[in-house]
């Protein structure tokens, strides 16, 4: 793992040493932190920057039952003069030591660095050293780095005396802070894995952070739960006491609960607080780390731990029943085993955390209230599958959702239950339409349309009409959509009732602005976001937020798309919408691949591969970006891959109405100068947009075969205004309107169509871009056209490396396989840590990688097999 966010810290120190080497006299640094900080990793790195510079010398204190007396002295003595070591291996103070080794530091050519380790746990002699040394290093061309856990320090320790006595002048204090999550997010993406939940398990620690990463998710690591309880031991009985019941609350708990349950624990809550176990937030009690927490937990034997879970379950119900505390009775119940209790709070608790928009937390406790069902009428059994299904529908949970919603309506027809049952019908169109398409969302939107006609008008018919609006818009039907639409919002009005008005609104809208660029529809839409903002209607908002950005897309207002993104995914992210989260984030990666951004479309592609819950139509949409970014950037068997995913579309439709996989294969093929196979993938999916009337759809396919020389013969049909140009010859005025649009690729493309400053001005677009396979074709037009100094493209070494990588790419990547550091690298190739981390970003960017676990299975994928 890389060394992060100690820059600041590490220019200190440099200046410190560069100062000494100045004769500016030497200096006393304090490196403190807690536990797993990274105490050793900083001062090993800082030390072998400036190995060159300096000597070091390096000793350690441990933790033993009986420190060694001069510990750290020992581990250096084969390192210091015979008569010195002679000294040291003595194992007294009063034989001249101290001054012998402050000379000794006086009198070296280069500057000394003197470590000495985890001084919290010296003894009196290594601490008279220290206090020696610290009040005299001033006058030596040396560093004394002292490192030292600060949350081990209580108000006794007598570290603490020492270092209040050294001189202010001379002693810098370091403090390490704990990492940022951002920092966290990037070890994560390092090691290829997601970072949901990592920071606040770790809260950024991290010897945490990277013992986790290392370990299968869920499970805490051995070393961390070994450090952990090492520690714990080390408490007298009360304070371990103290850290059990603090332990078996998750996050944290009140400063009076604990004392309900132990008595008077004043003197065991400071051992635990000075010992940096607990940390103290107000009137609440917590451990520094979740992962520490969990640790102690789990380590309670069997009955102890029902027992304390029992007692706080007791304490917590003495207090009232109130909402606050029903997610922690539940908690608590189950881990007591106390079934009836869990039966009785489970579902009151479920409904306040959806109520609250803690949708991930109702789904869980909705499936632990079912798992104690048996004495349930199976109508209130259908109504807790109902509310399970819709947490789980928002969290991204689907395939768990339908699963709830046909027992819920097989449980409504035994019952008779038609309302009910006609409800279920339409949810189970909704899910699917995200799960698997059209074809199975029609059936279930046709039946629920069928059984709500048969009752009095109600408003779940108006939902049962909006989701035969989407089904027919899915289904490219949009005269039917609109049709159906228009029902929906006149039996909404009707009802007066306003949250199936802005459902059946943004189905409308979307069907209208799916072939025509309506200036009330996109007034209309606007609206029905306004609308249920104002109302807090949660999903309906989270829907308006998706097919605004979606039909923004689709008419390449990319500004606008990345502007509902933004406030889409931060609305969606803050209520646990996760499946309009994840929606969201493909269609960024889209935008930012139209707007030559890609790079960023990566790491949108990257975090979606770590997504824990996201549907099987995202998946497939998100591959089938990620091959089109890797076509444009000329990653090898790319076209297979894409008409691969063009041949699966009808089992899986791919419903992206703004990206298609036949115009991606018709790219392709004209990458690789394949007409035949231009025409052959494109025109079929002309006709279906023909009859659609899809203007951007159908103008992306019409200009491919134009390019291609296969334009049907007198083909004149309404197409998006920039293909228009090209298709009526007029390049320069196409290149200026998707530079207008802020679409360098698809610019540089119409330029191919120029003269020869156009060709070198779609050159640079396209090397800027990094599109090589588009890059190629400009230098052979150029060069068919005589033209002289044409720009150099890779190297004949890059264009046989089968991912068109440099030589110095090729050395990285290797390096990278052997999981190297990026300062071991830094080391093998005598280049900066900063080099090389410019060298490692940029090969992840051309590689369309998203981490370097991701780059490490792409190059050991298209390895060669080994001779035989």
């Given at each position: 793992?890389?060394?992060?966010?100690?820059?600041?810290?590490?220019?200190?120190?440099?200046?410190?040493?560069?100062?000494?080497?100045?004769?500016?006299?030497?200096?006393?640094?304090?490196?403190?932190?807690?536990?797993?900080?990274?105490?050793?990793?900083?001062?090993?790195?800082?030390?072998?920057?400036?190995?060159?510079?300096?000597?070091?010398?390096?000793?350690?204190?441990?933790?033993?039952?009986?420190?060694r007396?001069?510990?750290?002295?020992?581990?250096?003595?084969?390192?210091?003069?015979?008569?010195?070591?002679?000294?040291?291996?003595?194992?007294?103070?009063?034989?001249?030591l101290?001054?012998?080794?402050?000379?000794?530091?006086?009198?070296?050519?280069?500057?000394?660095?003197?470590?000495?380790?985890?001084?919290?746990?010296?003894?009196?002699?290594?601490?008279?050293?220290?206090?020696y040394?610290?009040?005299?290093?001033?006058?030596?061309?040396?560093?004394l780095?002292?490192?030292?856990?600060?949350?081990?320090?209580?108000?006794?320790?007598?570290?603490?005396?020492?270092?209040?006595?050294?001189p202010?002048?001379?002693?810098h204090?370091?403090?390490?802070?704990?990492?940022?999550?951002?920092?966290?997010?990037?070890?994560?993406?390092?090691?290829?894995?997601?970072?949901?939940?990592?920071?606040?398990a770790?809260?950024?620690?991290?010897?945490?952070?990277?013992?986790?990463?290392?370990?299968?998710?869920?499970?805490?690591?051995?070393?961390?739960?070994?450090?952990?309880?090492?520690?714990?031991?080390?408490?007298?009985?009360?304070?371990?006491?103290?850290?059990?019941?603090?332990?078996i609350?998750?996050?944290?708990?009140?400063?009076?609960?604990?004392?309900?349950?132990?008595?008077?624990?004043?003197?065991?809550?400071?051992?635990?607080?000075?010992?940096?176990?607990?940390?103290?937030?107000?009137?609440?009690?917590?451990?520094?780390?979740?992962?520490?927490?969990?640790?102690?937990?789990?380590?309670?034997p069997?009955?102890?731990?029902?027992?304390?879970?029992?007692?706080?379950?007791?304490?917590?119900?003495?207090?009232?029943?109130?909402?606050?505390?029903?997610?922690?009775?539940?908690?608590?119940?189950?881990?007591?085993?106390?079934?009836?209790?869990?039966?009785?709070?489970?579902?009151?608790?479920?409904?306040?955390a959806?109520?609250?928009?803690?949708?991930?937390?109702?789904?869980?406790?909705?499936?632990?209230?079912l798992?104690?069902?048996?004495?349930?009428?199976?109508?209130?059994?259908?109504?807790?599958?109902?509310?399970?299904?819709?947490?789980?529908?928002?969290?991204?949970?689907?395939?768990?959702?339908?699963?709830?919603?046909?027992?819920?309506?097989?449980?409504?027809?035994?019952?008779?239950?038609?309302?009910?049952?006609?409800?279920?019908?339409?949810?189970?169109?909704?899910?699917?339409r995200?799960?698997?398409?059209?074809?199975?969302?029609?059936t279930?939107?046709?039946?629920?349309?069928?059984?709500?006609?048969?009752?009095?008008?109600?408003?779940?018919?108006?939902?049962?009409?909006?989701?035969?609006?989407?089904?027919?818009?899915?289904?490219?039907?949009?005269?039917?959509?609109?049709?159906?639409?228009?029902?929906?919002?006149?039996?909404?009005?009707?009802?007066?009732?306003?949250?199936?008005?802005?459902?059946?609104?943004?189905?409308?809208?979307?069907?209208?602005?799916?072939?025509?660029?309506?200036?009330?529809?996109?007034?209309?839409?606007?609206?029905?976001?306004?609308?249920?903002?104002?109302?807090?209607?949660?999903?309906?908002?989270?829907?308006?937020?998706?097919?605004?950005?979606?039909?923004?897309?689709?008419?390449r207002?990319?500004?606008?798309?990345?502007?509902?993104?933004?406030?889409?995914?931060?609305?969606?992210?803050?209520?646990?919408?996760?499946?309009?989260?994840a929606?969201?984030?493909v269609r960024?990666?889209?935008?930012?691949?139209?707007?030559?951004?890609?790079?960023?479309?990566?790491?949108?592609l990257?975090?979606?591969?770590?997504?824990?819950?996201?549907?099987?139509?995202?998946?497939?949409?998100?591959?089938?970006l990620?091959a089109?970014?890797?076509?444009?950037?000329?990653?090898?068997?790319?076209?297979?891959?894409?008409?691969?995913?063009?041949?699966?579309?009808?089992?899986?439709?791919?419903?992206?109405?703004?990206?298609?996989?036949?115009?991606?294969?018709?790219?392709?093929?004209?990458?690789?100068?394949?007409?035949?196979?231009?025409?052959?993938?494109?025109?079929?999916?002309l006709?279906?947009?023909?009859?659609?009337?899809?203007?951007?759809?159908?103008?992306?396919?019409?200009?491919?075969?134009?390019?291609?020389?296969?334009l049907?013969?007198?083909?004149?049909?309404?197409?998006?205004?920039?293909?228009a140009?090209?298709?009526?010859?007029?390049?320069?005025?196409?290149?200026?309107?998707?530079?207008?649009?802020?679409?360098?690729?698809?610019?540089?493309?119409?330029?191919?169509?120029?003269?020869?400053?156009?060709?070198?001005?779609?050159?640079?677009?396209?090397?800027?871009?990094?599109?090589?396979?588009?890059?190629?074709?400009?230098?052979?037009?150029?060069?068919?056209?005589?033209?002289?100094?044409?720009?150099?493209?890779?190297?004949?070494?890059?264009?046989?490396?089968?991912?068109?990588?440099?030589?110095?790419?090729?050395?990285?990547?290797?390096?990278?396989?052997?999981?190297?550091?990026?300062?071991?690298?830094?080391?093998?190739?005598?280049?900066?840590?900063?080099t090389?981390?410019?060298?490692?970003?940029?090969?992840?960017?051309?590689?369309?990688?998203?981490?370097?676990?991701?780059?490490?299975?792409?190059?050991?994928?298209?390895?060669?097999?080994?001779?035989?």
């Open positions: 793992m890389d060394l992060l966010e100690r820059e600041s810290q590490l220019a200190r120190l440099g200046a410190l040493l560069t100062a000494t080497e100045r004769g500016e006299g030497g200096a006393c640094v304090l490196v403190s932190g807690e536990a797993g900080i990274g105490k050793t990793s900083f001062v090993r790195h800082f030390t072998d920057l400036h190995r060159e510079r300096c000597e070091l010398l390096w000793g350690a204190c441990e933790a033993l039952f009986t420190p007396p001069l510990g750290p002295l020992a581990d250096i003595a084969d390192a210091l003069p015979p008569a010195l070591a002679a000294r040291v291996h003595e194992g007294h103070t009063h034989n001249g101290f001054p012998a080794l402050l000379a000794l530091l006086r009198d070296r050519k280069k500057p000394v660095v003197l470590v000495l380790e985890d001084v919290h746990w010296a003894d009196g002699a290594t601490l008279d050293l220290t206090k040394l610290g009040r005299r290093v001033h006058a030596a061309p040396a560093l780095i002292l490192t030292f856990r600060d949350d081990e320090l209580g108000l006794e320790h007598p570290l603490r005396k020492v270092l209040g006595e050294l202010a002048d001379s002693t204090r370091l403090p390490l802070p704990l990492l940022s999550e951002h920092a966290v997010e990037h070890l994560a993406k390092q090691a290829g894995r997601s970072s949901r939940g990592l920071f606040r770790t809260d950024g620690n991290p010897f945490f952070v990277t013992e986790a990463l290392e370990s299968d998710p869920g499970e805490i690591p051995s070393s961390v739960r070994d450090a952990v309880l090492a520690r714990i031991a080390g408490l007298s009985t009360p304070a371990r006491e103290v850290a059990e019941v603090v332990s609350a998750p996050s944290r708990v009140e400063r009076v609960l604990v004392k309900t349950l132990l008595g008077s624990v004043a003197t065991a809550l400071d051992e635990c607080l000075d010992r940096g176990v607990l940390r103290a937030e107000g009137g609440w009690l917590a451990f520094r780390h979740e992962l520490a927490r969990q640790s102690v937990e789990q380590s309670l069997p009955g102890r731990f029902i027992t304390r879970h029992a007692e706080m379950f007791r304490a917590l119900r003495g207090r009232g029943e109130g909402t606050a505390e029903l997610s922690r009775l539940v908690h608590h119940a189950e881990r007591a085993g106390l079934v009836s209790e869990v039966a009785r709070l489970a579902p009151v608790a479920a409904a306040g959806a109520k609250a928009s803690a949708h991930r937390e109702a789904a869980a406790l909705y499936a632990l209230a798992q104690h069902t048996d004495g349930l009428e199976p109508r209130q059994r259908a109504e807790l599958l109902e509310a399970r299904a819709h947490s789980c529908a928002l969290t991204n949970l689907l395939d768990q959702a339908i699963d709830a919603r046909l027992a819920a309506l097989s449980l409504r027809r035994q019952l008779g239950d038609s309302l009910a049952e006609g409800i279920n019908l339409r949810w189970l169109a909704h899910l699917y995200f799960h698997t398409g059209e074809l199975a969302s029609l279930y939107a046709r039946a629920a349309v069928q059984v709500l006609e048969t009752l009095p008008p109600q408003r779940e018919l108006a939902f049962a009409y909006t989701a035969m609006t989407w089904t027919s818009t899915l289904g490219e039907t949009p005269a039917a959509a609109v049709t159906w639409g228009d029902r929906a919002v006149a039996l909404a009005e009707q009802l007066d009732d306003a949250e199936a008005l802005a459902a059946a609104l943004n189905a409308r809208c979307s069907a209208r602005l799916r072939t025509h660029d309506d200036p009330v529809a996109w007034a209309e839409l606007k609206g029905c976001l306004a609308l249920a903002l104002e109302n807090k209607f949660e999903e309906p908002a989270a829907r308006a937020f998706m097919s605004l950005m979606t039909l923004a897309l689709m008419h207002q990319l500004q606008a798309a990345l502007d509902y993104a933004q406030q889409g995914i931060a609305y969606c992210a803050g209520r646990d919408l996760d499946l309009y989260t929606r969201l984030y960024r990666a889209f935008a930012y691949i139209e707007l030559g951004r890609w790079q960023e479309a990566a790491s949108d990257a975090e979606l591969d770590h997504a824990s819950t996201i549907t099987p139509l995202e998946r497939e949409t998100s591959r089938f990620r089109v970014l890797n076509l444009r950037r000329g990653q090898p068997d790319v076209t297979a891959a894409l008409q691969q995913l063009h041949d699966s579309a009808p089992r899986l439709p791919l419903y992206s109405w703004y990206a298609r996989p036949a115009n991606a294969c018709a790219e392709a093929a004209w990458l690789q100068g394949d007409s035949d196979a231009v025409e052959r993938v494109a025109n079929p999916a006709a279906a947009a023909i009859g659609l009337g899809e203007p951007w759809r159908l103008g992306e396919l019409a200009v491919w075969l134009k390019r291609a020389g296969r049907p013969y007198g083909f004149d049909h309404p197409v998006a205004h920039p293909h140009l090209e298709l009526a010859g007029d390049w320069r005025a196409a290149a200026a309107e998707w530079n207008r649009l802020g679409c360098p690729y698809e610019q540089g493309l119409a330029m191919l169509a120029g003269d020869e400053a156009a060709l070198r001005g779609a050159l640079r677009i396209f090397d800027a871009l990094g599109a090589a396979p588009a890059a190629t074709i400009v230098r052979q037009r150029l060069h068919a056209l005589g033209a002289r100094d044409v720009q150099r493209g890779p190297q004949p070494r890059t264009r046989t490396d089968p991912h068109g990588l440099t030589r110095r790419e090729r050395e990285i990547l290797d390096l990278l396989v052997q999981r190297l550091s990026n300062r071991a690298i830094a080391r093998k190739l005598h280049r900066s840590e900063r090389v981390e410019h060298h490692v970003s940029a090969l992840l960017g051309k590689l369309g990688a998203g981490s370097r676990a991701e780059v490490i299975g792409l190059a050991q994928r298209s390895a060669p097999a080994p001779r035989k």
